[in-house]
């Protein structure tokens, strides 16, 4: 089971294994469990919207810190898995790096619809494409993106294309440009003096 504390700028609420980090409060530090199994270490974080400071003790005995930028994640990442035969599961909610012993959780709930809104808005707050890792191990994207910009498919203007041979209005009644007689004034010019 994964541990984590939130020391300030986050709450813990739930269980004990609800986590929950808040978007809008950057930025956070916390104290939680990166990596699995035996490589399982405990770090305490910091967070802010250009870089995650990690610091975790190393197998030699002296604390290591990173400095990652936040471009180095590849994404805000939801993953579900089940945690006992009785159905129940657990969401975490993680900024997604290569390397997973630098996966730093954000939220760890049991309820999926807990989460759906806060997925979002870490995307939005760090600015990383939302992912799903799937029970298989596979990592999708929901949401197409180019570079840092995501979209949507494009929405007709009109709902009719009645209107699409044709020109519009305002275009039909202006008249082309002739060239014309230019008119030349030659005179003298009268200035009045007082």
Not at 31 to 57: C, K, M, N, S, W
Not at 82 to 92: F, K, L
Request: hydrophobic share 40%; charged share 25%; with cysteine.
């Amino acid at each position: 089971m994964r541990r984590q504390t939130a020391v300030a700028g986050g709450a813990s609420a739930g269980s004990s294994r609800a986590f929950r980090l808040d978007p809008f409060t950057l930025p956070v530090r916390y104290v939680a469990t990166l990596g699995r199994g035996v490589q399982a270490v405990e770090a305490t974080i910091v967070l802010d919207g250009e870089q995650a400071i990690v610091r975790r003790p190393s197998k030699v005995g002296a604390p290591m810190t990173f400095r990652l930028p936040i471009e180095s994640f590849d994404g805000v990442a939801v993953r579900m898995a089940p945690i006992d035969n009785e159905g129940n599961i657990e969401v975490v909610v993680e900024m997604m790096h290569r390397d997973p012993g630098l996966c730093l959780p954000l939220i760890v709930a049991d309820d999926p619809e807990d989460v759906a809104a806060d997925w979002q808005a870490w995307g939005r707050a760090l600015n990383l494409p939302l992912l799903v890792i799937g029970q298989d191990g596979t990592i999708s994207e929901p949401i197409d993106r180019i570079g840092g910009i995501s979209f949507e498919p494009t929405k007709p203007r009109r709902r009719h294309s009645f209107f699409a041979g044709r020109r519009p209005r305002f275009l039909t009644r202006r008249k082309t440009g002739r060239p014309g007689k230019i008119e030349i004034l030659a005179g003298r010019e009268i200035i009045a003096r007082t």
